[in-house]
């Protein structure tokens, strides 16, 4: 979606407030013994209440309201009976429309005190984010968001998952540009346009490069084994920076 109305920012303005501050909340709630079906079930609430529709459920048949998942689960975690325990990696990913638009976001929380370089990890993860979402303005490259990620990534000894990429969104979950590369490529040659609505999302990992699918046909692990994780803000270009939709208030 290109906007072009200050009606369509207010509204995508409205439900990137409306997913942000269901993932902070349920990421609040979320304690030790805790199960991700009840984690979900906070989230469900939250969204019916504001009057929002989860997006995967919708769009795709997901069995949850929001996506869910724990260390070894990388991406599209189906909530369930897992019980989240101290020392966990959750990733809580939160997408959802309300009146014809769309907003996603996700992040990955530490459950108490986590090993040192995990710890690592979730902070240089948010940082591979802001720094793809710098590279959004009017006119650049598509590819400067992953090549930039990539130049972060592998500074710092990391990798990414190679087949997870941002994408368009504004009027569905998934709309042209179809896939963003938040790593390194050289064959994109399409450029932003002013008023573009599209996600930053890095998978940053300490090894894995690809994303598999487990048995369930929806949870994704990582390939090569490692510890991955995610963070997401859907925003719009300007000719100067990227407004960041998806903020709590």
């Excluded at 090569?224 to 709590?248: F, G, K, N, R």
Aim: charged share 25%; net charge negative.
């Amino acid at each position: 979606m290109t906007i072009t109305r200050q009606e369509e920012l207010d509204r995508l303005k409205e439900i990137g407030r409306i997913v942000a501050n269901t993932m902070h909340a349920m990421a609040k709630a979320m304690e030790p013994g805790m199960t991700t079906r009840e984690l979900d079930e906070i989230g469900s609430v939250l969204l019916e209440t504001e009057g929002a529709v989860s997006a995967p459920k919708s769009t795709y048949g997901f069995p949850g309201a929001t996506c869910i998942s724990v260390n070894e689960e990388i991406a599209h975690g189906i909530p369930g009976d897992r019980a989240i325990r101290a020392g966990d990696l959750v990733n809580i990913d939160v997408s959802a429309s309300k009146d014809g638009y769309f907003a996603d976001t996700g992040a990955t929380f530490r459950v108490g005190s986590v090993h040192p370089t995990l710890d690592r990890l979730c902070r240089d993860g948010k940082r591979a984010m802001e720094i793809g979402v710098a590279q959004v303005r009017g006119g650049q490259p598509l590819a400067g968001i992953g090549n930039a990620v990539g130049r972060f990534a592998s500074d710092r000894g990391y990798t990414l998952i190679r087949n997870l990429a941002s994408h368009g969104i504004g009027r569905s979950l998934h709309e042209y540009p179809q896939e963003i590369a938040t790593w390194p490529t050289r064959k994109d040659r399409r450029r932003i346009d002013k008023g573009l609505v599209l996600t930053v999302e890095p998978f940053l990992s300490t090894g894995g490069v690809w994303a598999a699918q487990g048995d369930d046909g929806w949870t994704l692990y990582s390939e090569p084994s490692a510890p991955v994780v995610q963070y997401e803000h859907t925003v719009v270009a300007t000719d100067s920076e990227a407004i960041i939709l998806t903020m709590p208030g």
